[in-house]
């Protein structure tokens, strides 16, 4: 796609993002009736994801040449990763520390529904777990990404040790992935009218304007201190693809338009075609496309962790509950094992943030004080997400 063309869907792009906040503001509940139109955009995008991620791991392998180039940019990516989930987190600690949102927090009567509480029994076995399925048809059919990834790594090795027969399959996959960029493409020009009709009928459903400004008064403070946190963190990636990456601003123009899709779906896993599209078009290298974004997508989480560590300390705050330096100390580690552990879709840190509690005995019932206001939170964090896998590719791409 041509860089005037990019930027001008991009200006349409945020254009439907803005109506959709005005019409669900000021329609309510009758914007739900346009949810369709975000739905079909968000199923197009779904669609792609399992066989992309597949062709593009395995191609991307393929194209390393070499195995140890694997094992450099693997490790790479996961010290990028790890480090950048820990300073989210630790922004995360020190914001809410320092705002207090929590005190004086009138707790909720609501439930907290069932499949939330039932991640209480999760620790770090069952992550290591989720690496692998024992059915990846299964696996597909619920778009959990992290064991097909795996799954197409091992594959892509095994490939690589049997010599010419391994090369009709890497062209095959090859081949997959240059079409399904292709549809991305494709699919990308909807953007603007499906993320129009999915904010307009996430914020209908809220009931409106009106009924969404007085359930993020009820939480006072809290709102005000994750937006900070995430906001902080997103300047500290920045300056990372400064100094470290080497890029200028035009790489945040080029990956905007993923990044206000992220924020329309609230999922890194169904924004993933489009961020690669948009590292593509950044002049990422193609190896660092295909193998940092898809595994960005599943464990890189720093606005979830960011979020996870904010929220926990705000249920201690308005239980009354003093967290010590130890037990803080804690919280920043479940919470870099929650994000890691929670799939790139909908809400799903606030169901891993209930590993969190568990690890410092915090009341769950508290995640009752975050559920009107979490759908909000969750676009917020994550594009961060995203902008933290988008900076990793650029950053992956400088160091190998
Ligand atoms: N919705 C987020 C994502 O897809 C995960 C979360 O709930 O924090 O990245």
């Known amino acids: 796609m041509s860089h005037s063309h990019a930027m001008a869907l991009l200006a349409f792009i945020i254009a439907g993002a803005v109506a959709g906040v005005f019409y669900g503001w000021y329609a309510g509940e009758a914007a739900m009736s346009i949810g369709w139109l975000g739905s079909l955009f968000l ?12 062709a593009s ?54 439930e907290v529904p069932e499949h939330i509480l039932s991640k209480q029994d999760t620790g770090i076995s069952d992550i290591v777990l989720s690496l692998i399925s024992p059915n990846l048809v299964t696996a597909a059919s619920q778009t959990e990404l992290l064991p097909l990834i795996v799954f197409a790594i091992i594959f892509a090795m095994a490939l690589t040790t049997i010599g010419d027969k391994s090369k009709p399959v890497f062209a095959v996959f090859d081949g997959i992935n240059e079409a399904m960029m292709k549809l991305v493409i494709w699919i990308m020009h909807f953007a603007p009218i499906g993320i129009f009709a999915l904010i307009a009928a996430r914020l209908g459903s ?6 969404f400004m007085a359930e993020i008064t009820a939480v006072g403070l809290h709102v005000v201190t994750v937006l900070t946190g995430l906001l902080i963190h997103a300047i500290v990636l920045l300056l990372i693809l400064f100094f470290i990456a080497n890029r200028g601003i035009d790489y945040l123009l080029g990956m905007a338009r993923a990044l206000v899709t992220s924020f329309g779906t609230a999922s890194s896993s169904a924004t993933l075609p489009l961020t690669m599209e948009c590292a593509r078009e950044n002049q990422v290298n193609p190896k660092a496309v295909k193998f940092v974004l898809p595994l960005g997508a599943t464990i890189n989480m720093d606005g979830t962790a960011l979020y996870e560590a904010a929220a926990v300390l705000f249920i201690a705050q308005a239980y009354g509950i003093e967290l010590s330096l130890m037990q803080q100390g804690i919280v920043f580690i479940t919470a870099t094992l929650a994000a890691i552990g929670a799939a790139g879709i909908p809400e799903a840190g606030l169901v ?49």
């Open 206 to 211: 809220a009931g409106g304007g009106e009924q």
């Open 43 to 54: 199923n197009a995008l779904k669609m792609t994801i399992i066989p992309l991620v597949i």
């Open 352 to 400: 891993t943030m209930v590993i969190v509690l568990t690890a410092v005995g915090l009341p769950l019932e508290g995640i009752a004080l975050l559920l009107a206001v979490d759908w909000f939170l969750d676009r917020f964090r994550t594009t961060v997400n995203v902008w933290g896998d988008s900076v990793g590719a650029a950053v992956i791409d400088r160091l190998t």
């Open 57 to 110: 791991v395995i191609s991307g392998i393929g194209s390393l040449g070499d195995i140890r180039q694997l094992g450099k940019m693997g490790g790479y990516t996961l010290v990028y990763y790890l480090s950048t989930t820990a300073i989210a987190v630790f922004i995360g600690l020190l914001v809410v520390n320092w705002i207090q949102p929590g005190i004086g927090i009138q707790l909720s009567q609501t």
